[in-house]
């Protein structure tokens, strides 16, 4: 599991790959009850994928919605509303 910069304290982001190196999740977790949050995920450097071929990601799709966001300057703007947290499977 790599931790991701998130730009807001009351956000825990992360990413998670499987033991196969075939498929990573990205997470972003409220710590507190407010209302909405919006923050920076940053993807940094972090790469999938299997030894030798491991490539950044360049996007992510919610898990739940279906709905896709592209990573620009390597990260992507999200609100938190609702629900706790957000998951994501990462593209690459």
Known sequence: ????AIDHDGVLGFVKESAAHDNAVAAA???NRLQQREFWFHFGDIEIGRPGAHRAVTAIENLVTG???????????LT???DPALLFRCLG
């Not at 966001?69 to 703007?77: I, P, Q, T």
Request: proline letters at 0%; a neutral charge; charged letters at 30%.
């Open 1 to 4: 599991m790599r931790f991701a």
């Open 29 to 31: 977790i409220a710590l």
């Open 67 to 77: 709905e896709r966001h592209g990573l620009e300057w390597g990260g992507v703007r």
């Open 80 to 82: 938190i509303d609702q």
